[in-house]
């Protein structure tokens, strides 16, 4: 199976925005679903809901969303794009967006299970072996979460690699700048007598699944083999 | 010397506490729902009293006039956890050192090499807490504790999950402790054959107030406390040293400030000090020397002091050399027609004596 130059660009594009997806949500969905697990305060059920909101959308809703906010006419796309000359509409940056506020809900609910899960007599321990609050997170929390969070990463990578319809439909179907294995597949569909092309992506995107799933299962068991959870 | 005042409103429950503790182990010792793990947790900062004080010598820990209350991890109490609460993603020697920096003076007592050695963990180190048992994991959560080298060391029923055996290897170590590394220990208990082995003063608390605070023999000898400390097993304590051991009969010898007592055979070797608990409904009164009887122990005293117990008993504080609390019914008080400064002969069943209470100080 040989890959053309356009098919190999698909490929590293999908890789690059799903890698960045999780890169750029992984810190505000672990800071979101401790928030949700651990602190209670007013109008923490319409954040809950706001949060969740991608996930119960149709993605072309959230696609239109996206375009009327981020859009070069929409609030905080006309602002950006005014004082700093960003630009989300039609290149790679705005695929990463779409997909990230797809993701967002999934790798917060991960997460947030995760840390429901710690026992807090554990954080109160460590707090009267003297270590401020902020340390115990670190050396305690964090740890003892590691397992959900590559979980939550793991779902937000392959959300982000399915992605379609909210990226379609904000940055549309651009091949090299906003085309990645979905869009790409969905394109050559369109053309007559290109089966050949689409089952080559559709078992490429399967073996990048598996690959990922894999080697985040294996992470998530070597975190746990030393905690005895699953010993 | 750290010095308590607290009051704190839960509902209907009302919190008062006021005590100082010393260098040594004080008890905090009453029923469960009577407030004592609240009072820890206060202590330690893990709860906010509504008034009050907490101060370790000089420093103030909390006092609601000044509005200060420094937050736990500040304060320099080590606590130990009725549940061992080890991290279970660190080895044992991860979760010694985890707040041994806290004061990293080097004059200090305890070091990491003491504190293996005083607890026997020095075999353990390198194993993760799931691969340990019950009373291994206790060990090294008061290893823990104490690597964080606190002021004051909370124990809160450390020994309440563990069975009767694993109970008895622990509690040596909390006395040696005491000894070694000269810590002020507040020391939370429901168990009254812990405290009267472990503790040097005792708090009694009941429904969330303090009934009475001071050393552990005086408390456990005013008759009027004697709902608090005990009830029906209320009974005295007395310091002796071992002098003899008669194989042949089973019993060991012991010397008292009111001479020689006998107990079932100990495994203290001679010259060894130990602790031994009278209940006072095990002690008999004769108002001469009774010769032909069975009991070993006997001792002739005097009457101090006396008082209406419930439901037809008589409970007397005598002094035999050392002092003794006897239960007897009202119907033989007024028959031996007794009072403050009768003499009387006490007698002690050798067999009432819990050799395994006491043997659990052999160390």
């Given at each position: 199976m040989s890959l053309s130059d356009a098919e190999f660009g698909v490929i590293l594009l999908s890789l690059k925005v799903a890698i960045w997806c999780v890169a750029v949500s992984l810190l505000p969905a672990i800071f979101m679903g401790w928030l949700l697990a651990r602190r209670e305060f007013y109008g923490k059920t319409i954040l809950n809901v706001v949060i969740h909101l991608p996930l119960v959308l149709p993605p072309v809703v959230v696609g239109y969303l996206l375009l009327v906010t981020l859009?070069?006419?929409?609030m905080i796309g006309s602002w950006l794009y005014d004082s700093?000359?960003?630009?989300?509409?039609?290149n790679w940056k705005g695929v990463v967006v779409a997909t990230a506020v797809m993701a967002f809900p999934l790798i917060v609910r991960a997460i947030r299970h995760a840390i429901e899960a710690v026992d807090q007599n554990l954080e109160v321990a460590a707090l009267t072996l003297g270590k401020p609050p902020w340390r115990v997170f670190l050396t305690i929390t964090l740890p003892l979460i590691l397992p959900g969070i590559l979980a939550g990463a793991t779902l937000g990578f392959a959300r982000a690699l399915g992605e379609f319809g909210a990226t379609i439909t904000f940055v549309a179907n651009i091949p090299g700048e906003t085309q990645t294995l979905p869009l790409a597949i969905y394109s050559l569909l369109q053309v007559p007598g290109s089966s050949d092309a689409v089952i080559k992506l559709v078992i490429l995107s399967a073996l990048i699944a598996f690959v990922a799933i894999a080697f985040s299962e294996w992470l998530a068991h070597r975190a746990l083999r030393n905690t005895g959870s699953r010993a | 010397m750290l010095d308590v005042d607290i009051h704190k409103s839960l509902g209907d429950f009302q919190l008062d506490a006021s005590f100082t503790a010393a260098a040594g182990l004080t008890a905090i010792f009453g029923p469960s729902g009577a407030g004592k793990t609240t009072v820890a947790k206060i202590l330690a900062g893990l709860e906010t009293p509504d008034t009050g004080h907490i101060r370790i010598d000089d420093h103030i820990l909390y006092d609601d006039n000044r509005n200060i209350n420094v937050p736990p991890h500040k304060r320099d109490i080590g606590f130990v956890f009725q549940e061992h609460r080890l991290f279970p993603h660190y080895s044992v020697r991860g979760n010694l050192l985890y707040?041994?920096?806290?004061n990293p003076s080097r004059d200090h007592p305890i070091t990491f090499d003491a504190v293996t050695d005083l607890l026997g963990l020095a075999a353990l180190l390198d194993r993760r807490p799931h691969t340990l048992s019950l009373g291994e994991k206790q060990r090294v959560a008061i290893g823990r504790a104490l690597m964080s080298k606190p002021n004051v060391l909370i124990m809160d029923?450390?020994?309440?999950?563990?069975?009767t055996a694993r109970k008895q290897d622990i509690m040596p170590l909390i006395k040696r402790l005491k000894g070694e590394f000269g810590l002020t220990i507040i020391y939370i208990s429901h168990s009254l054959a812990e405290i009267t082995q472990l503790a040097d003063n005792l708090v009694l608390m009941d429904r969330g107030q303090v009934k009475a605070a001071g050393p552990i023999s005086d408390l456990l000898n005013r008759l009027e406390l004697f709902p608090y400390t005990g009830g029906d097993d209320a009974g005295s304590i007395i310091d002796a040293k071992v002098v003899g051991h008669d194989r042949g009969y089973h019993l060991s010898e012991l010397e008292t400030a009111g001479g020689a007592f006998f107990i079932p055979a100990c495994h203290h070797e001679i010259g060894g000090h130990l602790r031994i608990r009278i209940r006072a409904r095990d002690v008999a009164l004769a108002s001469s020397e009774p010769k032909?009887?069975?009991?070993l122990n006997r001792f002739k005293g005097k009457v101090v002091d006396h008082r209406s117990g419930k439901s037809g008993m008589e409970e007397l504080l005598i002094d035999v050399g050392f002092l003794l609390t006897a239960r007897i019914t009202r119907k033989s008080f007024e028959k031996m027609n007794l009072r403050t400064g009768s003499d009387v002969w006490t007698l002690i069943k050798s067999v009432t004596i819990n050799t395994t209470e006491t043997d659990v100080l052999h160390l």
């Open positions: 859009g070069k006419r929409g700093f000359g960003i630009s989300l509409i039609f | 707040g041994a920096s806290r029923e450390p020994l309440s999950s563990l069975d032909d009887v069975s009991i």
